[in-house]
């Protein structure tokens, strides 16, 4: 998924100064990935550590780590069932079609997040992963839904992320949804997701690797990927506006005057030895800020990194495509 901040393209520069500030193999430590976004950082770690934690406040990352950190079986398992689920006819009522009735033009909505088609399938195989819920049970349903986000974010209308949606369908919208399950590396470690402030789970958890990759800047994740969550959660909700917003939640990490408070209450109530925080050069918080605070709670050091920005910027802006990713590290006595 073309999410905003992902560190799919860092994963190694990740692993080689995380094993390298810690000085030994990582294959006893618990690793937690407090904002797992994707869940790319914390499944790369899944079979490198003896257990990962990952926690996002977004119920839509929640449903992807659940996928990829819990789930144990032979995903092809579920291979008829997903051609059944691709095959399945719309129902008569669309009364009850959430994307359809919000997000496609056939239904008056004047949004046009889907093509009409694609809207129907989504609300389609949604509605049907629900009712296969109990039969199927937890992890399969997870992985399901997972599947569902993953394969409707393909054929998305939009430029990148649910901001907005575009006024002509672009080619990829054109193409019909495919379900496709995204495949996870099976592993019998306890692993654990959770859906909450990082803020106030840190005060519930503890281990040794604590990976930090908060939002930069105003940019707030429940916005740009309201659709994403609307898949998930399938409630009653009223779309606001042209963009057809549901209510989302705010981040202390998203403004000036509350970010670097959250991150000093993060790293202050963190039971975790070594903590190491991605954070871009151009964020809410000054290299300078970070510093100070961590070196209220122990040993600091800094990693950079240069690389090609999120490519929603580049669009906007061609100067800026390639930025610093700063990894900071914290060792607590
Ligand atoms: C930069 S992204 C993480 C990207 C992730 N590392 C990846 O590779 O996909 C930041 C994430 O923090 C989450 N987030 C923002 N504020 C949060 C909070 N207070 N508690 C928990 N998660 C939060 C957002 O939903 C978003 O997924």
């Given amino acids: 998924m073309n999410y905003i901040g992902s560190k799919f393209s860092l994963l190694d520069f990740l692993e080689n100064t ?18 797992a976004g994707t869940g790319t950082v914390g499944s790369y770690f899944k079979n490198k550590t003896a257990k990962v934690i990952a926690n996002d406040c977004e119920y839509y990352s929640f449903v992807l780590n659940q996928n990829l950190l819990n789930n144990n079986f032979d995903i ?14 719309e129902k008569k009522d ?9 997000y496609a033009l056939g239904s008056g909505s004047e949004r046009q997040y889907f ?20 039969e199927v049970g937890e992890n399969k349903y997870f992985c399901l839904l997972a599947g569902l986000l993953e394969s409707a974010d393909k054929v998305a209308n939009t430029a990148s992320v649910y901001g907005a949606f575009l006024k002509k369908l672009k080619k990829s919208a054109e193409k019909p949804l495919i379900l496709k399950l995204t495949e996870f590396s099976p592993n019998k470690n306890q692993n654990e997701v ?6 106030e789970l840190i005060k519930k958890i503890s281990g040794d690797i604590l990976y930090l990759d908060p939002p930069y800047n105003h940019r707030e994740y429940g916005a740009n990927y309201h659709i994403l969550n609307t898949i998930a959660y399938y409630d009653d909700f009223t779309p606001k506006g042209k963009t057809g917003l549901r209510q989302y939640n705010k981040s202390l990490w998203c403004k000036k ?15 975790f030895k070594y903590i190491f925080l991605s954070y871009n050069n151009e964020g809410i918080i000054s290299p300078e800020e970070i510093k100070n605070i961590c070196q209220k709670y122990g040993k600091y050091d800094i990693f950079t990194k240069q ?9 906007r802006n061609h100067k800026a495509n390639q930025t610093v990713e700063y990894l900071h590290f914290i060792e607590k006595p």
Avoid: P
């Fill in 18 to 35: 995380i094993t390298d500030c810690i000085g030994k193999e990582l294959n006893h430590l618990t690793f937690c990935d407090a904002f």
């Fill in 76 to 89: 092809s398992e579920l291979d008829e069932l997903v051609s059944e689920l691709n095959q399945l006819s």
């Fill in 94 to 102: 669309k009364q009850q079609y959430k994307i359809y009735q919000h």
């Fill in 115 to 134: 093509s009409d088609e694609n809207a129907i399938k989504i609300d389609t195989i949604r509605t049907e992963i629900e009712d296969l819920r109990h």
């Fill in 194 to 199: 959770y859906h909450q402030d990082t803020n």
């Fill in 257 to 271: 005057n509350t970010a670097a408070m959250a991150f000093e209450d993060l790293i202050k109530n963190a039971e």
């Fill in 307 to 315: 690389y090609r920005r999120f490519k929603a910027d580049n669009a």
